[in-house]
C-alpha cells in the first residue's frame, strides 16, 4: 500500500524558508512522480512542482520557479520541498501526490496522480 506522509509546515514570515517533507512507502522512486501541489482558501488548488524517479529532473511553476527546490534522499524515500523567499501569497495547504511513470517525465497535472498525502499547512506572515 502507497502511504505519502508529509511534514514542516508552519508559520513563518515573509522572505522566510522551509523544507517540507514528503516520506513515502510502498514504492520504489525510481517508478514514481511526486508532484508537490497547494491549496489555498477559495483558490483552485495548483501544481507547484514534481519530481520524475525516472530521470531526477524536476518541473517547477512560474509562480515559484527560482524559489523553490525539490531535493532527494533516496535512503529514505523521501521528497522534499524547500521553499524560499516565501511570499503571504505562497499560504496554503501543501500536499505530496505520487504517480506511477509510464514516460519519463512528470507533470503537475493532479488528475495523474493517484496517491496524496494529507497535507501541511504553511502560513506566512506580512
Known amino acids: 500500500e502507497v502511504q505519502l506522509v508529509e511534514s514542516g509546515g508552519g508559520l513563518v514570515q515573509a522572505g522566510g524558508s522551509l523544507r517540507l517533507s514528503c516520506a513515502a512507502s510502498g514504492l520504489i522512486l525510481d517508478d514514481y512522480a511526486i508532484g508537490w501541489f497547494r491549496q489555498a482558501p477559495g483558490k483552485e488548488r495548483e501544481g507547484v512542482a514534481c519530481f520524475s524517479g525516472r530521470n531526477g529532473r524536476t518541473y517547477f511553476a512560474d509562480s515559484v520557479k527560482g524559489r523553490f527546490t525539490v531535493p532527494t534522499d533516496n535512503v529514505k524515500n523521501t521528497v522534499y520541498l524547500l521553499v524560499h523567499s516565501l511570499k503571504p501569497e505562497d499560504t496554503a495547504v501543501y500536499s505530496c501526490?505520487?504517480?506511477?511513470?509510464?514516460?519519463?517525465?512528470?507533470?503537475?497535472?493532479?488528475?495523474?496522480?493517484?496517491?496524496w498525502g494529507q497535507g501541511t499547512q504553511v502560513t506566512v506572515s506580512s
Open positions: 501526490a505520487a504517480s506511477r511513470l509510464y514516460g519519463s517525465s512528470c507533470n503537475t497535472d493532479d488528475s495523474e496522480y493517484h496517491y
